[in-house]
C-alpha cells in the first residue's frame, strides 16, 4: 500500500523533476538540474514564494498568540464556558471549502454583510474589495486562515495550561506576581514546548495552502495570492508543465522540512 | 531475548505484512497493465467451415440489427441543451447510437482533460474542445482524414469563419464545432428612454451615454456599465476593447508574436480602468464572466453590459426586461468584439470514433443548429448556431425581437479573433493577472502590458519552438 500510494508517486515525481515534461506529448526529455535553475530566474516562482513567506510567517505571529490568549480565556471559569469550548472547534471541523465560500458571501464587495455594516456604521463611504484588491487579497486570505486553524491551536495550548501544576501558580500569587508577571515567568515557560510543536504546525499547514486560494482569489488579483502549492498545481495542470510543477512541489516539500528542523533544532538549543 | 512462542509470533507477522504488501503490489501492477492495454475493437466475427452446403431457403431473413453502441461524449455545462434528451433521444432513435452525456463545468473541464489525456485511458468518444485547448491536447485527439472521415462540405462553406478554429489545427480538421458565441453590448430599453438615450454606436457615444446614466441613476445605486474583470474570464472582455481599438494580440508574423504592449493593446487596457473607475460597480473586479453582471442587467443595477447574446434572452423571458442590443462600439473601428468557438473532437483512445463523428455531424446539422438559441431558458444557457444560414431561419426572425439575431451575425462579421495557439493559457493568464494590475492601480496600463510582453516573449519562443508558428486567424481572410 505504502509502496504504491506513497512511494511510487514520490519516486516517480522526483524523477519528473529532472526532466522537461509536458502533459501535451508525454514525452519525457532529460535536462538535469534545469528545471531547478529555472526557478531562480521565474517571476512568478519568486512572488509566489515571498508571498508563501509573508503568508506563512502572518498567520505563526499572529496565530500564535491569539490562540494563546483564547486559550487564557477558555481557562478561565465563567458561564457557558463548556459550550464556549465546543464551539470553538467548529471553524476547524468546517471543510475548507465550505469555509471559503462562506467567506467569499461574507466579504463579497458587492452584497457582502462586512460591507454593509462599514458602509451602515459610516466607517467607509464606498465598499472595500477584499479579494479585488492586491493590498487587501493576501491578507483577507491569512484572516481567513486565521479563524479556520486558530480554534485548534487554542484548545491544544488549552490542554497544555490545564497541565501546568495549580501549586506553581498558586505560589506565584502568594508571592505578590500579578497576572503579566505570573504569564511570562509561570505559564509562559511551561507553554514553550507547545509553542515549538504549534509553529511548526502552523507554519507547514500554511505553507501548503490551496484550498481557499483556487477557491475564491485564483491566485489574484494579478499574481498577488500565488503560493507555491497553487503555483505548482497551476503550472502542472493549467499550463501543462508537469516537469516543472513536480520542481516546485519539491522545493515546497524542502522547505516544509528545513523550516519543522530548524524550529526543533533552536527548541533543542534553548 | 524473545522466547520461541514469541520469535513465531513475530515471523508470522513479519510473513503476513509483507505477503501482503506482495498481493497489494501485484494486484496495482496487474490493473496498471490492463489499464494500459489498448481498447479493444469491435468483436470479430467467426466462421465455422461447414461440412456440407446448408439448403437454399425460400425467404430470405431480414440482417439481424447492429449491436446498440453506447459512445462516451463530454460536454460542458454551458452547452447543455446539445446534452440533453431532447436533443439525444432522436439521434438514438435515427441511429440507434445511445450516448452517454457526461457534463462538466467549463472551469474543471481543462484540468479533469490533462488528467484523463495522460492517464491513457478510454473516456470519451466525443469530447469537448475549443480552440485553444484543441491545439494544447492535439497530441491526444485523431485527425479526421486518418480516420477516413470527411467534414460534409455543405458544412465546411457554411460555417461562420470563426468557429473553424475550434475543430482545426493549422487546417487540419479533428472535429466539428458545435458552438458559438459572440459578445454584444446589451441596453436597458426603459432605463434609455427615461434618460432620453439612444443606443451609442462610437466610442465617444458610449462614454457620453455612460455619465448621462450615472447622472440619471447613479443616486439610485445603479451604474452604466457592468462586466465580469475577475481574472479568468476577463480575456475575451478585453479582445472585445483591444479590437475596438483596431488592435491585435498577435503580429503577422510566423511565430505569431504577441503583441500586448502595442498601443492599441494599452489603449484598450486604459478604456477599461476608465469605465471601471468611473462607470461600473468595484466589485466587478471580483466578478466572474456573465454570471454577476448579468444578474445586475437583469435587476437593473446595470444599465448596459457586454456579454454573450444569452443575457437579452434571459432579461427578456424571465425578467420582462425589454433590451436593445448593439454592435460593441469600437474607438478607432466601428467595432470588434471578444468570441468563442467550440467543438467536439476524436480522442486517439475513443472506441467508436465513427459513430462519435456521427454525433457531430448531428449537432451541426441544420435543425440543432437553429435550435440552440431556441432552447435557451432559464435551464439551458444556449449556444449559438455556426452555420451562416441558420442566422436567416425564419425561426429565429423574431427571437427576442425582431433583427435580434441578425445583430450577432452581424457582430461576428467584425474582428472577434480569440488567438487560439498552444500556449494560449499562459499567455491568457498572464495578461488577465497584468490587466487586474491596472485595473487596480498597481501599475500603469503602460507598466502592465509591457511586464505581460516580457513574461510571454520566452513562452512564445519556446512554442515556436515546438510547433513552429503560423497559427491560424479568420480574420486575415475575412472581408474588411
Not at chain 1, 516562482?45 to 487564557?72: R, S
Not at chain 2, 465580469?228 to 479582445?239: A, K, T
Not at chain 2, 436593445?324 to 486517439?348: F, H, N, Q
Not at chain 2, 446539422?365 to 436567416?392: C, Q
Request: proline fraction near 7%.
Amino acid at each position: 500500500m505504502i509502496a504504491v500510494f506513497i512511494v511510487f508517486p514520490l519516486v516517480y515525481s522526483l524523477y519528473l523533476t529532472f526532466n522537461s515534461f509536458s502533459l501535451r506529448d508525454l514525452v519525457p526529455t532529460f535536462v538535469g538540474l534545469g528545471n531547478y535553475f529555472k526557478t531562480a530566474q521565474d517571476k512568478l516562482f519568486i512572488a509566489a514564494l515571498t508571498q508563501t513567506t509573508y503568508f506563512t510567517l502572518l498567520t505563526m505571529l499572529t496565530g500564535i498568540p491569539l490562540a494563546i490568549g483564547l486559550a487564557l480565556v477558555l481557562n478561565e471559569d465563567f458561564p457557558g464556558r463548556t459550550l464556549a469550548r465546543v464551539c470553538l472547534l467548529i471553524p476547524w471541523a468546517m471543510p475548507p471549502i465550505t469555509v471559503a465560500i462562506m467567506f467569499s458571501y461574507i466579504l463579497n464587495t458587492s452584497f457582502g454583510v462586512v460591507n454593509f455594516l462599514l458602509r451602515s456604521l459610516g466607517l467607509t463611504a464606498t465598499s472595500i474589495t477584499f479579494f479585488g484588491d492586491p493590498n487587501l487579497a493576501l491578507n483577507s486570505l491569512v484572516l481567513i486562515n486565521l479563524w479556520k486553524i486558530t480554534p485548534l491551536y487554542a484548545i491544544i495550548f488549552l490542554s497544555a495550561l490545564q497541565n501546568i501544576p495549580s501549586e506553581v501558580v498558586e505560589s506565584a500569587k502568594v508571592y505578590g506576581a500579578n497576572a503579566v508577571r505570573r504569564f511570562t515567568t509561570v505559564t509562559l515557560p511551561y507553554l514553550r514546548p507547545t509553542v515549538v510543536v504549534i509553529a511548526i504546525l502552523s507554519g507547514l499547514l500554511s505553507l501548503q495552502v490551496f484550498d481557499i486560494i483556487i477557491s475564491i482569489t485564483n491566485g489574484g488579483p494579478g499574481f498577488k495570492t500565488y503560493m507555491l502549492y497553487f503555483y505548482a498545481y497551476k503550472v502542472t495542470f493549467d499550463w501543462l508543465d508537469a516537469g516543472y510543477g513536480a520542481t516546485v512541489s519539491y522545493i515546497v516539500t524542502a522547505i516544509s522540512v528545513i523550516f519543522a528542523l530548524l524550529i526543533l533544532r533552536y527548541r533543542r538549543t534553548r | 531475548m524473545k522466547n520461541l512462542s514469541e520469535q513465531k509470533g513475530t515471523d508470522r507477522r513479519r510473513f503476513l505484512k509483507y505477503g501482503a504488501g506482495v498481493v497489494v503490489v501485484a494486484a496495482a501492477a496487474a490493473a496498471g497493465y490492463y489499464a494500459l492495454q489498448p481498447a479493444p475493437g469491435p468483436p470479430t466475427p467467426t466462421t465455422t467451415a461447414a461440412t456440407t452446403l446448408p439448403p437454399t431457403p425460400t425467404t430470405t431473413a431480414p440482417p439481424p440489427p447492429p449491436a446498440p453502441v453506447t459512445i462516451n461524449a463530454y460536454y460542458p455545462a454551458h452547452n447543455n441543451w446539445l446534452a440533453s434528451d431532447a436533443v439525444l433521444n432522436p439521434f438514438t432513435q435515427k441511429t440507434g447510437i445511445k450516448v452517454n452525456a457526461i457534463v462538466d463545468s467549463f472551469f474543471v473541464i481543462h484540468d479533469k482533460l490533462a488528467s484523463t489525456f495522460a492517464s491513457g485511458v478510454y473516456a470519451y468518444d466525443a469530447c469537448y474542445a475549443w480552440g485553444a485547448w484543441m491545439s494544447e491536447f492535439l497530441e491526444f485527439f485523431q485527425p479526421l482524414d486518418a480516420l477516413g472521415l470527411e467534414v460534409p462540405s455543405d458544412l465546411k462553406d457554411d460555417l461562420i469563419p470563426w468557429t473553424r478554429i475550434a475543430p482545426t489545427f493549422k487546417g487540419r480538421w479533428y472535429g466539428l464545432p458545435n458552438a458559438f458565441w459572440v459578445m454584444l453590448l446589451h441596453t436597458n430599453k426603459k432605463m434609455f428612454d427615461e434618460a432620453g438615450l439612444e443606443v451609442p454606436t462610437s466610442w465617444d457615444k458610449f462614454l457620453e451615454t455612460c455619465e448621462a446614466l450615472k447622472k440619471k441613476f447613479g443616486r439610485d445605486g445603479v451604474y452604466p456599465f457592468a462586466a465580469g474583470f475577475q481574472q479568468g474570464y476577463l480575456f475575451p472582455h478585453y479582445c472585445a476593447f483591444l479590437h475596438g481599438n483596431g488592435g491585435s494580440l498577435w503580429a503577422n508574423d510566423a511565430k505569431r508574436t504577441v503583441t500586448c504592449d502595442s498601443k492599441e493593446a494599452i489603449a484598450a487596457v486604459e478604456d477599461m480602468i476608465t469605465l471601471y473607475d468611473n462607470y461600473m460597480d468595484p466589485g466587478a473586479i471580483e466578478w466572474i464572466a456573465g454570471v454577476q453582471s448579468g444578474k445586475a442587467f437583469y435587476t437593473e443595477k446595470a444599465a448596459m453590459t457586454l456579454y454573450y447574446p444569452w443575457h437579452s434572452i434571459v432579461a427578456t423571458k424571465y425578467y420582462n426586461l425589454t433590451t436593445v442590443a448593439a454592435l460593441w462600439p469600437g474607438k478607432k473601428t466601428r467595432s470588434g468584439s471578444g468570441s468563442a468557438a467550440e467543438a467536439m473532437a476524436i480522442p486517439k483512445t475513443a472506441k467508436y470514433p465513427k459513430e462519435a463523428f456521427e454525433l457531430m455531424k448531428y449537432n451541426a446539422s441544420a435543425d440543432i443548429d437553429v435550435g440552440k438559441p431556441l432552447a435557451a431558458d432559464d435551464k439551458y444557457e444556449s449556444t449559438w448556431p455556426i452555420r451562416k444560414s441558420s442566422y436567416d431561419d425564419p425561426r429565429l426572425a423574431n427571437l427576442v425581437y425582431p433583427g435580434f439575431v441578425k445583430l450577432v451575425r452581424e457582430q461576428a462579421s467584425y474582428r472577434c479573433t480569440r488567438y487560439e495557439r498552444p500556449a494560449y493559457q499562459k499567455i491568457n493568464d498572464i495578461i488577465e493577472a497584468e490587466i487586474v494590475n491596472a485595473l487596480k492601480k498597481v501599475k500603469t496600463a503602460e507598466g502592465a502590458m509591457k511586464d505581460a510582453a516580457d513574461l510571454i516573449k520566452p513562452i512564445v519562443d519556446d512554442e515556436y519552438a515546438k510547433y513552429g508558428g503560423g497559427y491560424e486567424d479568420p480574420w486575415d481572410t475575412m472581408p474588411h
